[in-house]
């Protein structure tokens, strides 16, 4: 079992900067992958960004790469998301999520996590 908590979302204006955090309890947190994903109001869950159990492998959505950093500390069990340069686009609901498969390789599919967290709300105000 794990659980996942995000904090750090907020209104920001065109421009601003957030940090996005995601603390995890229960299972070995340093072997699996993390991801983040978002929901915008009106439209489906999508990718933004993973991050391998090793930080090995890093994977992107095209429209956040350059302003967006994933990160994580395994020894506090919290993975980051950095979002620079926001855009009014940005505005969503924004979810960490665990894929819990033995040190796999960062997968974009929400249907491989297995975990996720409770969503944070993020708005970009023009």
């Known amino acids: 079992q794990v659980q996942l908590v995000e904090s750090g979302g907020g209104v920001v204006q065109t421009g601003g900067s957030l940090r996005l955090s995601c603390a995890a309890s229960?299972?070995?947190?340093?072997?699996?992958?993390m991801g983040w994903f978002r929901q915008a109001p009106g439209k489906e869950r999508e990718f933004v960004a993973a991050?391998?159990?090793?930080?090995?492998?890093?994977d992107y959505a095209e429209s956040v790469k350059g302003r967006f950093t994933i990160s994580r500390d395994n020894a506090k069990k919290t993975v980051y998301l950095a979002m620079n340069s926001l855009k009014p686009d940005d505005t969503a609901v924004y979810y960490c999520?665990?894929?819990?498969?033995?040190?796999?390789?960062?997968?974009?599919?929400?249907?491989?996590?297995?975990?996720w967290g409770q969503g944070t709300q993020v708005t970009v105000s023009s």
């Open positions: 999520a665990a894929d819990l498969t033995l040190k796999r390789p960062v997968v974009t599919r929400p249907q491989a996590y297995d975990y």
């Open positions: 229960g299972r070995s947190f340093s072997t699996y992958a």
């Open positions: 991050i391998s159990w090793s930080a090995g492998s890093i």
